[in-house]
């Protein structure tokens, strides 16, 4: 049976890899860094902006973007989309859509968490409430892959469990770990059958918490089913910087090195380009435009908090190096005056150049790579 999604390795470095992806027409080159749009937009851009280099300040385009299952779901159903012909249509969007994992949408509504829970793990599957309506409602690994069929993504995520770090024992770790298991088995004999001759493709996703153990056991067995990539879970929540590493190191040594590997919920350009040294090759965040909303910017020197006063009358760019849209237009004084303003367009200038900045990094971490 032959790959849809073709991947080849160009060169190694160290503990890094050059690389590329072909999907459905369009190709991906490694490391890539995806746009987060969750309830299919990137918050307060308009996609245009992150098909053009000159906005970004890079040689190459974004190819890919991820959209979010359990939204889209909830709001404005699955059925629409597939009504609208999919979600590349509906939204405008020429590269490829990965749908993620929608387990923190479902852990962040109470899971683990000191307050009245809104969903429920079964062996078969979860049931949940909406936080919208109070409705409730019930996914298992096939209905989570049937649901994504709907919105047309090209990359789609098996359904699974996150194991939150704190007041949990192993045993419990390694328990959602083979529920974990059991749903990728039955999602791929699923998938395999009914989907695989069309245009999308499937990946499972490693968990076990902060236990190298059980990232071992669990990188080995659902390598079984990375027919044509894999992830790793945000190794856990709220992990250290050195926990994260530590267990991301020990881990990727048990996936199968002919496959793309995804590394989801990478927060800042240091955790990227770690990541990138720990052969991975796809990462995503909603940092970039969370921090954006916030007037936050990357900088080579950390974060910068445009709202600051020592900005006031700034000349210099967030910058001085990034060469996007906003760093080669705008002072940080400007900036400064918008975020006090509350003028919105605030919004859309830090954001995209929080999302330009990770762009360029995963950009120069490849040219480190190919180079002699």
Same mark, same amino acid.
């Given at each position: 049976?032959?790959?849809?999604?073709? #991947?080849?390795?160009?060169?190694?470095?160290? =503990?890094?890899?050059?690389?590329? +992806?072909?999907?459905? %027409? !369009?190709?991906? *080159?490694?490391?890539?860094?995806?746009?987060?749009?969750?309830?299919?937009?990137?918050?307060?851009?308009?996609?245009?902006?992150?098909?053009?280099?000159?906005?970004?300040?890079?040689?190459?385009?974004?190819?890919?973007?991820?959209?979010?299952?359990?939204?889209?779901?909830?709001?404005?159903?699955?059925?629409?989309?597939?009504?609208?012909?999919?979600?590349?249509?509906?939204?405008?969007?020429?590269?490829?859509?990965?749908?993620?994992?929608?387990?923190?949408?479902? #852990?962040?509504?109470?899971?683990?968490?000191? =307050?009245?829970?809104?969903?429920? +793990?079964?062996?078969? %599957? !979860?049931?949940? *409430?909406?936080?919208?309506?109070?409705?409730?409602?019930?996914?298992?690994?096939?209905?989570?892959?049937?649901?994504?069929?709907?919105?047309?993504?090209?990359?789609?995520?098996?359904?699974?469990?996150?194991?939150?770090?704190?007041?949990?024992?192993?045993?419990?770790?390694?328990?959602?770990?083979?529920?974990?298991?059991?749903?990728?088995?039955?999602?791929?004999?699923?998938?395999?059958?009914?989907?695989?001759?069309?245009?999308?493709?499937?990946?499972?996703?490693?968990?076990?918490?902060?236990?190298?153990?059980?990232?071992?056991?669990?990188?080995?067995?659902?390598?079984?089913?990375?027919?044509?990539?894999?992830?790793?879970?945000?190794?856990?929540?709220?992990?250290?910087?050195?926990?994260?590493?530590?267990?991301?190191?020990?881990?990727?040594?048990?996936?199968?090195?002919?496959?793309?590997?995804?590394?989801?919920?990478?927060?800042?350009?240091?955790?990227?380009?770690?990541?990138?040294?720990?052969?991975?090759?796809?990462?995503?965040?909603?940092?970039?435009?969370?921090?954006?909303?916030?007037?936050?910017?990357?900088?080579?020197?950390?974060?910068?908090?445009?709202?600051?006063?020592?900005?006031?009358?700034?000349?210099?760019?967030?910058?001085?190096?990034?060469?996007?849209?906003?760093?080669?237009?705008?002072?940080?004084?400007?900036?400064?005056?918008?975020?006090?303003?509350?003028?919105?367009?605030?919004?859309?200038?830090?954001?995209?150049?929080?999302?330009?900045?990770?762009?360029?990094?995963?950009?120069?971490?490849?040219?480190?790579?190919?180079?002699?």
């Amino acid at each position: 049976m032959e790959n849809k999604l073709k #991947f080849k390795v160009l060169k190694t470095k160290w =503990k890094s890899r050059a690389g590329e +992806i072909e999907l459905n %027409g !369009v190709k991906l *080159k490694t490391p890539v860094f995806m746009p987060v749009g969750t309830k299919a937009t990137v918050k307060w851009i308009p996609l245009d902006f992150l098909k053009d280099t000159n906005y970004l300040g890079t040689e190459d385009r974004v190819n890919i973007i991820l959209a979010n299952t359990y939204h889209l779901f909830l709001r404005p159903w699955e059925d629409l989309i597939q009504k609208m012909d999919g979600l590349h249509k509906w939204e405008n969007w020429d590269g490829l859509i990965l749908t993620d994992s929608w387990w923190f949408q479902v #852990f962040s509504l109470g899971l683990g968490a000191k =307050k009245e829970e809104l969903a429920k +793990i079964q062996d078969d %599957g !979860v049931w949940f *409430k909406s936080p919208k309506d109070g409705s409730k409602h019930f996914f298992n690994a096939e209905k989570v892959v049937d649901i994504q069929s709907k919105l047309w993504s090209d990359i789609m995520m098996m359904l699974d469990v996150c194991s939150p770090v704190e007041d949990i024992s192993k045993e419990e770790v390694e328990r959602q770990m083979n529920i974990t298991h059991n749903w990728a088995k039955r999602a791929y004999e699923y998938f395999m059958p009914k989907y695989n001759d069309i245009r999308w493709v499937l990946f499972p996703i490693v968990q076990g918490g902060l236990y190298k153990d059980l990232r071992e056991k669990s990188a080995t067995y659902l390598s079984n089913f990375a027919f044509d990539g894999i992830a790793i879970w945000w190794l856990s929540v709220w992990e250290t910087k050195w926990e994260m590493e530590d267990i991301l190191s020990h881990t990727t040594d048990f996936l199968p090195e002919d496959k793309p590997r995804y590394l989801m919920w990478v927060w800042t350009p240091e955790d990227l380009i770690m990541g990138i040294r720990e052969w991975i090759d796809m990462f995503d965040c909603v940092l970039p435009t969370r921090l954006g909303r916030h007037g936050t910017a990357f900088s080579e020197n950390g974060n910068i908090k445009l709202k600051n006063a020592c900005y006031f009358d700034d000349k210099a760019p967030i910058d001085s190096k990034c060469k996007c849209y906003v760093c080669q237009n705008y002072s940080r004084s400007y900036l400064h005056h918008l975020v006090k303003e509350k003028e919105m367009l605030w919004w859309t200038l830090i954001s995209l150049h929080n999302i330009s900045y990770l762009h360029q990094v995963v950009e120069q971490e490849r040219n480190r790579i190919l180079e002699d």
